[in-house]
Structures are given as C-alpha cells and as structure tokens.
C-alpha cells in the first residue's frame, strides 16, 4: 500500500533561463541636491572673493598692463561708440570676435575706464568657471565630495585665478568651452534616462536602429555655448570638432549599452543629424549673431568690403553682401594670424611652446615693476610682479595625472575619464599642428578647467569606492586632504606673484623655481 510519501514528486532539476540583457544600473545623477548646492554656493563664494579682492589692482599709472592694453580700449569704444562695436580705424584690424570685448564692455559701463571697469567681466567668469567645475565634477563622480575637492583645486590654480584678474579675452573661452562641456554631461545622462525609459517599457526593440529622444536641450545648450567660445576666439572651433566626435561616442555607448540591435546605424539615423544641428549649425549661427553689432553699423572694419575690396560680381554674388563683407575681413583677420610666425621673425621674450604648457614649464609674466619708487616690502627698493603661473602642486603632476586618466579611459573602459580628456585635448592638441607660430602660455587658459576635473577624479580613485572598508576609505581621505592642503598652501606661497605684492628682490629670485620661470 502507498503511504502518503510516495505522492511527494521527486524534485526537478532548475530549468535553464536566459539571462536577461545586462544594462547599466538606473543612475541618472546625483541625488544629495541640497547639500550639493550648499558646497557649490559656499566655495563659490570663497572663489569671489578671492577674484574681486583688489581687482583693480595693479595698472600701469592707471592704464590697462600687458595685452589689456588691447582689450580695455577695444571694450570702451564698444561702450562709448554707439553700436557696441570696435571701428576705430587706428586699431588697424580687429583680429578677434566681438564676444569678449562687449563683455569687458558690460564691466567698464559699471565702473568705468579703470582696473575694476575692464576686469569685472573676468572676475565674474573666473567665478563662474569655480561654480561649474564643482558641478561638473560632481555630476562625473556622483560625489559632492570630489566636486567639492575640485572647486577648493581650480580656486587655488594660479592660471586661472590670474585670468580671472585681467582684462582679457581667454577666461571667457574657458568659460564657455567649460559650460559647453558641462551641457554634454548633462545630456548624456538625461539621454540615458531616457533610453532607460523605453528599455523598462518594452520598446527598445521596435526598430533595430532604437528610439528617438525627442528635443535634447542641454545639447542645443552646448551649442549656445560653443558658439560665444567662437565668438571670442577662432580656438573655439577647435572644441567644437573634439566635442562633436565625444557626443556620437555618448550616443553610441548609450544604444549599446540598452540593447540597441544595431547602435552605430541607429546613432547615424536617429542622432547624427540632430547632433550636427546642435553642434554646428547653432554654434555658426550664435556666432553670426555675435556680429550684430557689425552688421548693424556703417563703419565696422570691412563692413562694406564689396565693391571695394572685393568684387560685387562673380560666382559668390548671390551670397548677401554683408557675409561676403563678413567673409573678406575673416579672410584678413586668418592672414594676420598666419605670420605671426617665428620664422617670419616674431618673437616675443616670454612666449612659449605647447609642449611647454601641460606642466607650466614657460609661464608668462604680465607685470613688473621695481626699483626706488616701489614700497611696501622691508627693504629700500621692492618688486611687484604678476606672473601668469600655474600651481605646480597640479600642474606639475599632469603628465601622471593624464597617464592615469588614459589608462582608465582606455583599459578601465571609464566614460569620465575619457570625457575629461577630450576636452583637455581640445584645448592643447591643436596647437601641436603649426608649433612655427607666435604662442604664449596664456593659450593654455583653457586646459586648467579640465586639467583640476582629471586631478579631481584621481582624488576619488585615491579616495577609494563607497564599498571600500572604513581603513581603507580613512586612509584615502587622508592622503587626498594632504594633497588638497597641499595645493592650497603652494597657492599661499605664490599669491605675492599672482597679485602684484610688494615683496623684496630677493624673495622675488625665491619665487623663481625655474630657470625657464625667468
């Protein structure tokens, strides 16, 4: 007879299910909102102050000093000319975009022709660049702690604390290829959250080239952006060509990574066009559009080149005049760029070549005076010096940083790491194609922004991951606050040199590190 155990059926081995398609986990940005605008808001206000303490100090007995000699002028006319544009025929040829100017312009209607007037509008990028460097590097790291490790390094960065403290044009080019870049940020994770959407849904399958996103504003944001960075100065474009290439990779990484069949053609389909929109045709018309005022006036320079310079005639004669008049000047502006060669016999005492930039090797010195007639130091005669110089505590570690950031691009396959690097390349790269040409340290304005987030993202790999033991995490934060304190104690030691303090002759050979420093 049967008992009761008979009936149990025997157990079936587990039948086998396919995995499901692995896809990224749902983090879109950080989360901690309110604490994360407290640190950006509480550091920005440090950097504030540090940028508009003594802003009007040094002149040159109450004139611009170095190259504000050009700008500070420039944006005056622009204020007192009537129609915001430099026309003054003395100027001979106005070699960059209007952009710059009327912004230094906005800051001499404030204050007037003086130190403050023409450096305001620096001082308020310079600021501003504090606030979004914190905010990007939040965002690439999800750690309020690492973007606010970077705001306290690109505080304590001389380059761009100097650049935020005169009247010239390359803050502002960092300004907006550093917005632009943030944008870019922004949009891949929101183009993510999206895709994510539409996997959890069901229908990323519905066609094998993947969904559409519908209107992507951060991007057309970056456009905005890179458009004034042309703007102000043709080394914009550059960021423009290594930014377009960087949103396609998003792109792509963002369809493969949800199970997209065929993620290049659906980039190519879906996004390839939008993209080239956004990223080229904005940036052309924002660029145009910073050009009203020339367009609008009757005695810009080469405003009525046609039928003077140029022929009304010919194959380009349906073209509007103005943009063939436009197109003339540009034309000039590219000539006079391209001899400013040393072979051409251009040289300059302080200029420098990119190889020299990533580490600050040539730093450039914007003002100096010394002798009887300057006091305020403990000897008889003093020196006052500003010196364009970055912290070396950073900038002399960028050859390991960026070995660092190309191997985790590269072998660790980390998107942040890659990012950070093209902008950094965008910035520095091109400059490597025509090394004949006149440069200067001040053209690696640019890089600082970038060069601080790849220093701030080490920081977080030193720092370890949030599931690392409390040892290990301990002994992290440890060496990354001592390399913080570090930074911000060689920044103390250089501000005589960065603000024009009146120190002694030999604390000035002190401040020397370099013989290339001299």
Same mark, same amino acid.
């Given at each position: 007879?049967?008992?009761?155990?008979?009936?149990?059926?025997?157990?079936?081995?587990?039948?086998?299910?396919?995995?499901?398609?692995?896809?990224?986990?749902?983090?879109?940005?950080?989360?901690?909102?309110?604490?994360?605008?407290?640190?950006?808001?509480?550091?920005?206000?440090?950097?504030?102050?540090?940028?508009?303490?003594?802003?009007?100090?040094?002149?040159?007995?109450?004139?611009?000093?170095?190259?504000?000699?050009?700008?500070?002028?420039?944006?005056?006319?622009?204020?007192?000319?009537?129609?915001?544009?430099?026309?003054?025929?003395?100027?001979?040829?106005?070699?960059?975009?209007?952009?710059?100017?009327?912004?230094?312009?906005?800051?001499?209607?404030?204050?007037?022709?003086?130190?403050?007037?023409?450096?305001?509008?620096?001082?308020?990028?310079?600021?501003?660049?504090?606030?979004?460097?914190?905010?990007?590097?939040?965002?690439?790291?999800?750690?309020?702690?690492?973007?606010?490790?970077?705001?306290?390094?690109?505080? *304590?960065? &001389? #380059?761009?604390?100097?650049?935020?403290?005169? +009247?010239?044009? =390359?803050?502002?080019? /960092? !300004?907006? @290829?550093?917005?632009?870049?943030?944008?870019?940020?922004?949009?891949?994770?929101?183009?993510?959250?999206?895709?994510?959407?539409?996997?959890?849904?069901?229908?990323?399958?519905?066609?094998?080239?993947?969904?559409?996103?519908?209107?992507?504003?951060?991007?057309?944001?970056?456009?905005?952006?890179?458009?004034?960075?042309?703007?102000?100065?043709?080394?914009?474009?550059?960021?423009?060509?290594?930014?377009?290439?960087?949103?396609?990779?998003?792109?792509?990484?963002?369809?493969? *990574?949800? &199970? #997209?069949?065929?993620?290049?053609?659906?980039? +190519?389909?879906? =996004?390839?066009?939008? /993209? !080239?929109? @956004?990223?080229?045709?904005?940036?052309?018309?924002?660029?145009?559009?910073?050009?009203?005022?020339?367009?609008?006036?009757?005695?810009?320079?080469?405003?009525?080149?046609?039928?003077?310079?140029?022929?009304?005639?010919?194959?380009?004669?349906?073209?509007?005049?103005?943009?063939?008049?436009?197109?003339?000047?540009?034309?000039?502006?590219?000539?006079?760029?391209?001899?400013?060669?040393?072979?051409?016999?251009?040289?300059?005492?302080?200029?420098?070549?990119?190889?020299?930039?990533?580490? &600050?090797?040539?730093?450039?010195?914007?003002?100096?005076?010394?002798?009887?007639?300057?006091?305020?130091?403990? @000897?008889?005669?003093?020196?006052?010096?500003?010196?364009?110089?970055?912290?070396?505590?950073?900038?002399?570690?960028?050859?390991?940083?960026?070995?660092?950031?190309?191997?985790?691009?590269?072998?660790?396959?980390?998107?942040?790491?890659?990012?950070?690097?093209?902008?950094?390349?965008?910035?520095?790269?091109?400059?490597?194609?025509?090394?004949?040409?006149?440069?200067?340290?001040?053209?690696?304005?640019?890089?600082?922004?970038?060069?601080?987030?790849?220093?701030?993202?080490?920081?977080?790999?030193?720092?370890?991951?949030?599931?690392?033991?409390?040892?290990?995490?301990?002994?992290?934060?440890?060496?990354?606050?001592?390399?913080?304190?570090?930074?911000?104690?060689?920044?103390?030691?250089?501000?005589?040199?960065?603000?024009?303090?009146?120190?002694?002759?030999?604390?000035?050979?002190?401040?020397?590190?370099?013989?290339?420093?001299?």
């Amino acid at each position: 007879m049967l008992t009761d155990e008979h009936h149990v059926p025997s157990a079936q081995p587990p039948t086998k299910v396919s995995p499901a398609p692995l896809v990224p986990a749902p983090d879109f940005g950080p989360t901690d909102r309110f604490r994360g605008w407290v640190v950006t808001l509480f550091l920005t206000t440090i950097a504030a102050v540090t940028r508009f303490v003594m802003l009007g100090y040094p002149t040159d007995a109450g004139t611009p000093v170095f190259d504000e000699k050009h700008y500070a002028p420039q944006g005056w006319q622009v204020l007192t000319g009537g129609v915001w544009l430099e026309d003054n025929p003395g100027y001979g040829l106005v070699v960059h975009p209007p952009v710059g100017k009327q912004l230094i312009a906005m800051g001499e209607a404030l204050f007037g022709y003086n130190g403050w007037g023409w450096r305001f509008a620096s001082a308020v990028a310079g600021t501003i660049i504090v606030l979004l460097v914190i905010r990007i590097v939040r965002r690439l790291s999800r750690s309020t702690l690492i973007g606010g490790f970077a705001g306290i390094l690109v505080i *304590a960065d &001389g #380059v761009t604390f100097v650049s935020s403290r005169v +009247g010239m044009l =390359d803050i502002f080019l /960092a !300004l907006f @290829a550093v917005a632009a870049f943030g944008c870019l940020v922004v949009d891949r994770d929101e183009t993510r959250e999206r895709t994510a959407r539409v996997y959890e849904e069901g229908r990323i399958h519905v066609t094998e080239w993947g969904p559409r996103l519908g209107v992507r504003w951060w991007r057309f944001g970056a456009g905005v952006m890179l458009g004034l960075a042309c703007g102000t100065k043709w080394s914009g474009v550059y960021f423009i060509a290594f930014f377009g290439l960087l949103c396609v990779a998003f792109d792509v990484s963002a369809r493969r *990574a949800y &199970g #997209v069949r065929r993620p290049w053609l659906g980039t +190519g389909v879906r =996004d390839l066009g939008p /993209a !080239l929109y @956004a990223l080229v045709v904005v940036p052309l018309i924002v660029y145009l559009g910073t050009y009203w005022a020339w367009f609008a006036s009757e005695t810009g320079v080469d405003r009525h080149a046609v039928g003077t310079g140029v022929g009304s005639g010919g194959t380009w004669s349906f073209v509007p005049s103005a943009l063939r008049s436009l197109w003339y000047y540009s034309g000039n502006v590219l000539e006079f760029h391209s001899g400013l060669t040393n072979s051409a016999g251009n040289h300059h005492p302080w200029e420098s070549k990119p190889w020299t930039w990533p580490m &600050g090797l040539r730093p450039m010195l914007y003002y100096f005076a010394d002798g009887e007639n300057v006091s305020g130091c403990s @000897a008889q005669s003093c020196v006052k010096a500003i010196m364009l110089i970055g912290t070396p505590a950073m900038w002399w570690l960028a050859l390991p940083v960026l070995a660092w950031a190309l191997w985790r691009a590269l072998v660790g396959r980390d998107w942040r790491f890659g990012a950070v690097l093209v902008a950094y390349g965008a910035a520095f790269l091109p400059w490597l194609v025509t090394l004949d040409r006149q440069m200067y340290y001040f053209y690696a304005v640019a890089l600082a922004p970038f060069l601080v987030m790849a220093i701030a993202l080490t920081l977080g790999d030193i720092l370890g991951s949030a599931r690392a033991s409390f040892e290990r995490r301990g002994t992290g934060l440890l060496v990354v606050c001592l390399y913080v304190g570090l930074v911000v104690a060689n920044f103390v030691w250089l501000w005589p040199i960065l603000t024009a303090i009146p120190i002694t002759p030999d604390t000035w050979q002190d401040q020397l590190w370099l013989p290339s420093w001299r």
